[in-house]
């Protein structure tokens, strides 16, 4: 298996390290001008922003399913308690959307932190039971905590507010996320980079010869798990701020199935492919929705088919075919 | 307040039997065939469903006979089709394909017998209260634990004596080897599969004749199964009987002090044993991970 494509991988040629670079400019490029070329293809603003986000949460989660190999089925937790904590924040306490983001992240995160270490008791089919049981948990105190939460009606009643007086609109709240995208990915990419980060990879591919070189593998994927998660819950407090609602949903497990196809649609063992998954996702969601009332079949079709056609992704398709 | 606490309890042992029906198919399914099956909560709505549907034909009694039955053969195709080309591969992709399947199963029940709730018939002599002394109690609901347990001691009796039951117990500890001992083990996998399926569509057919038929009817009981099967411990069917009836009535007695508690209870029951026990309670030290 050498499928790794680590940002900067030991014995890489110079020559590819400027295709990277290329390809990494014109991506920049790219999601840079979206609020101009995406009305011309038919899209909107909106789209782009939740394009942006899904791929943020799907990349967090990455790092420990790709990248660590930790299968957590219950990552939507952290993107939804990111969800909450900003939404709460700004309908109870502040106006200022950026501290409401930081305690958004701080309770996804915490929670996260907390829970890692209780998840990685167990391993394999097990840690996956165990995290989507947990995220659960989440989704039934929001569902029960009405008077807080709104129950299953979702939180409502609070607007992302401007920030250094620049009012969100549609085309400035994209540009917010793209900020805190490439924040996300930048630190991702930072940490794969570093030693941590190999650790990680170690891990995934052979945990037992770590554990002997005395590495405590356990408290690296906790690690590895609370980094995760403090992305997703950045991802959900954008995602609260998107749609100035947050619903009982975006804690749900659906979800985190939703983050993981997401990432192996794209390709998991790249670092960009959970962008790709997402574009792919977001467009299959909005576009067949409106066509026909069995998306959901859409859907589970293309998770069944990608599972059993493309387990490599759309980017590790592409990659193979290019090495052949 | 005492009488309040045993009537709740009996009714969480009542959901704790559907609970325990659930986990112990998921828990058959992920034993031998390595494959958390998301799409357990389709399935017993399929057989309820099925169900529903063949009530005027062939009466309750034939279609708790036959709905299971009908289940169990989608389910064949479906491990035949999709599931067993993932055998080899990492569990997120079973997971994932289960994941989708649900999905479909789901919509599939809407498009077909609409998204409102049906009422399930079941026979009047059932619906007859037994007891009005102390608590109100029908007797479907006694029939609903008496059910279960039958289903489970049979399917104990099929594990222990039957050569099947031999097999996938043989096939539980080391595949490989019974492989090699001229076991064809797709067949047993299929037929394990099969197995936990039918289980589920019994599940589904008893809760739908005490909640009612909705396509989404699988989603409330498939975590609780997970949570039985983590609290009663992966690899022991006993353990996630066991497991499905504490959270069932742990579930129960809660709803009688502080209702909105009623779910969360059986997550906090989950942590304090991963914590305590994190092999749960019969579970094996070390398995499928």
């Known amino acids: ?48 922003s939740r394009v942006l986000i899904y791929a943020l949460a799907a990349m967090g989660l990455n790092l420990l399913l790709g990248f660590t190999g930790g299968l957590s089925f219950g990552h939507a937790a952290y993107f939804g308690l990111g969800a909450y904590g900003t939404g709460l924040m700004l309908d109870y306490v502040t106006s200022s959307t950026l501290l409401a983001m930081l305690v958004g992240v701080l309770t996804g995160g915490l929670a996260a932190l ?52 620049i009012p969100l609109g549609s085309v400035q709240f994209y540009y917010l996320v793209l900020i805190f995208f490439a924040l996300g990915a930048w630190v991702l990419w930072t940490i794969l980079d570093s030693p941590l980060g190999h650790t990680f990879v170690a891990i995934r591919e052979n945990q037992k010869r770590l554990t002997f070189l005395g590495i405590r593998v356990d408290r690296y994927i906790a690690l590895s798990f609370a980094i995760s998660g403090v992305i997703c819950a950045l991802a959900g407090s954008l995602n609260s701020l998107l749609d100035n609602f947050v619903s009982p949903d975006d ?45 959901m079949t859409v859907l589970g079709l293309i998770f069944v088919l990608s599972v059993m056609f493309f387990p490599l992704g759309v980017l590790g398709f592409f990659r193979r075919r290019s090495k052949a | 307040m005492l009488l309040d606490i045993v009537f709740n309890g009996f009714n969480g042992l009542i959901v704790g039997s559907f609970y325990a029906l659930m986990a112990i198919g998921l828990s058959l399914i992920l034993g031998l065939n390595g494959v958390i099956n998301f799409a357990h909560g389709g399935f017993m709505a399929l057989a309820a469903y099925f169900a529903f549907t063949l009530v005027p034909y062939v009466g309750f009694w034939g279609a708790l006979v036959i709905a299971p039955i009908l289940a169990g053969g989608v389910g064949f ?26 999905l479909i199963i789901q919509d599939m029940l809407r498009t077909i017998w609409g998204a409102q709730g049906l009422p ?14 102390y608590f109100f109690v029908t007797g479907y609901r006694l029939f609903v634990v008496a059910l279960a347990i039958i289903s489970t001691a049979g399917l104990f009796a099929i594990l222990r004596y039957t050569r099947l039951g031999v097999r996938i117990r043989a096939g539980n500890a080391d595949l490989e080897t019974i ?42 009981l498939i975590m609780p199964a997970f949570v039985a099967i983590v609290v009663g411990g992966v690899g022991s069917l006993l353990g996630s009987l066991l497991g499905g009836l504490i959270i069932g009535v742990a579930s129960g007695i809660t709803t009688a002090f502080y209702p909105a508690g009623s779910e969360v209870v059986i997550y906090i029951i989950m942590g304090v044993m991963l914590v305590a026990r994190p092999r749960g309670l019969l579970g094996q030290e070390g398995l499928l991970e």
């Open chain 1, 251 to 295: 804690l749900k497990y659906t979800l985190s199935g939703n983050f993981l196809i997401i990432a192996v649609l794209g390709g998991m063992r790249n670092f960009w492919g959970p962008l790709v998954g997402a574009i792919i996702f977001v467009l299959v969601q909005n576009y067949v929705s409106a066509v026909t009332q069995n998306w």
């Open chain 2, 120 to 133: 399930l018939a079941i026979p009047d002599f059932l619906n007859q209260p037994v007891s009005n002394t």
């Open chain 1, 1 to 48: 298996m050498s499928e790794i494509s680590l940002p900067r991988e030991a014995g890489a040629a110079p020559k590819r390290d400027m295709r990277q670079l290329y390809m990494l400019a014109g991506m920049a490029i790219l999601l840079l001008l979206v609020p101009f070329w995406i009305p011309l293809v038919g899209g909107y603003t909106d789209l782009a």
């Open chain 2, 77 to 102: 195709i479906v491990e035949k089709l999709i599931i067993q080309r993932l055998y080899t591969r990492d569990p997120l992709y079973s997971l994932l394909a289960t994941f989708g399947l649900a």
């Open chain 2, 179 to 220: 492989a090699a001992l001229g076991v064809n083990i797709y067949l047993l996998r299929s037929a394990n599969f099969v197995l936990g399926i039918m289980f589920a569509g019994l599940a589904g057919i008893l809760a739908a004749g005490q909640l009612g038929l909705t396509p989404t009817m699988g989603d409330q």
């Open chain 1, 114 to 165: 907390l829970l890692g270490p209780l998840a990685v008791r167990r391993r394999g089919i097990y840690f996956s039971m165990i995290t989507i049981a947990i995220g659960q948990m989440f989704y039934f105190i929001a569902v029960r905590w009405n008077s807080l939460t709104g129950g299953e009606d979702g939180l409502t009643g609070y607007a992302r507010q401007p920030i250094f007086g």
